[in-house]
């Protein structure tokens, strides 16, 4: 029985050995940020996959959210749920704290790029080009209902700061894309809202977009969406 009680506390010490060397080696436990972003210590990253980030902690739900609010209330806000960094030169587009039962679980997605940036504003003029394609592909809806929808953006007044639901479903998408001086471009429209709808237009993988204010924009797009 002595022998069989060392061996126990052996497994014992072995295994919490193995669980504390895995705590220290791991990339965000005994650190105090993470890509730049200052974190608690104590939270353990289990994912890091495409820059979308997943820690555990069994610290308290308000210090992490203490630790949020400090952080992001220092950087640049855009369509109410991007923050840019501007020195650690990322964008966070997520950034949420879960409470469970007995452990908290964070997740933070950042992408390098600035999407508070004028660079993905799309210009009034997209409208002015739709008028020299040669040819559209692939659109979703009739060409007259096309150009009616056109008529209608145009008359609609833009929305320069729009609040923009990540959690929001579109119901009506309209899609269609065009050569243009050697350029393929794809579009998309869709309602982002009850009363508003947003143009994405995308080359190389690239998107820059407009949002205009139409009233109850799901009744009408549900008219001319096929």
Same mark, same amino acid.
Request: proline share 3%; net charge negative; hydrophobic share 35%.
């Given at each position: 029985?002595?022998?069989?009680?060392?061996?126990?506390?052996?497994?014992?010490? /072995?295994?919490?050995?193995?669980?504390?060397?895995?705590?220290?080696?791991?990339?965000?436990?005994?650190?105090?940020?993470?890509?730049?972003?200052?974190?608690?210590?104590?939270?353990?990253?289990?994912?890091?996959?495409?820059?979308?980030?997943?820690?555990?902690?069994?610290?308290?739900?308000?210090?992490?959210?203490?630790?949020?609010?400090?952080?992001?209330?220092?950087?640049?806000?855009?369509?109410?749920?991007?923050?840019?960094?501007?020195?650690?030169?990322?964008?966070?587009?997520?950034?949420?704290?879960?409470?469970?039962? /007995?452990?908290?679980?964070?997740?933070?997605?950042?992408?390098?790029?600035?999407?508070?940036?004028?660079?993905?504003?799309?210009?009034?003029?997209?409208?002015?080009?739709?008028?020299?394609?040669?040819?559209?592909?692939?659109?979703?809806?009739?060409?007259?209902?096309?150009?009616?929808?056109?008529?209608?953006?145009?008359?609609?007044?833009?929305?320069?700061?729009?609040?923009?639901?990540?959690?929001?479903?579109?119901?009506?998408?309209?899609?269609?894309?065009?050569?243009?001086?050697?350029?393929?471009?794809?579009?998309?429209?869709?309602?982002?809202?009850?009363?508003?709808?947003?143009?994405?237009?995308?080359?190389?993988?690239?998107?820059?977009?407009?949002?205009?204010?139409?009233?109850?924009?799901?009744?009408?797009?549900?008219?001319?969406?096929?």
């Amino acid at each position: 029985m002595k022998f069989l009680g060392k061996v126990i506390s052996l497994v014992i010490s /072995f295994s919490l050995a193995i669980g504390l060397l895995t705590l220290l080696i791991n990339d965000t436990f005994t650190k105090t940020e993470l890509q730049g972003i200052p974190i608690p210590r104590f939270l353990y990253l289990k994912d890091n996959s495409s820059l979308n980030y997943e820690l555990y902690t069994f610290r308290k739900n308000t210090l992490l959210n203490e630790t949020k609010n400090n952080y992001l209330k220092n950087l640049e806000n855009c369509y109410g749920n991007y923050y840019y960094d501007q020195n650690n030169e990322l964008t966070i587009t997520k950034y949420e704290i879960i409470p469970h039962q /007995f452990y908290q679980e964070v997740k933070i997605n950042i992408d390098y790029k600035n999407y508070c940036s004028e660079n993905y504003i799309l210009s009034d003029t997209w409208l002015d080009e739709q008028k020299t394609v040669p040819r559209l592909m692939d659109l979703n809806i009739s060409i007259n209902n096309f150009n009616n929808l056109l008529d209608k953006i145009s008359e609609a007044k833009r929305d320069l700061e729009p609040i923009i639901n990540p959690s929001y479903h579109s119901e009506y998408i309209i899609t269609y894309n065009y050569y243009l001086l050697n350029n393929h471009y794809y579009m998309e429209i869709k309602d982002i809202n009850e009363n508003e709808i947003v143009v994405i237009k995308t080359l190389n993988e690239e998107s820059k977009f407009a949002v205009y204010e139409i009233n109850t924009v799901k009744d009408y797009l549900k008219t001319i969406v096929e």
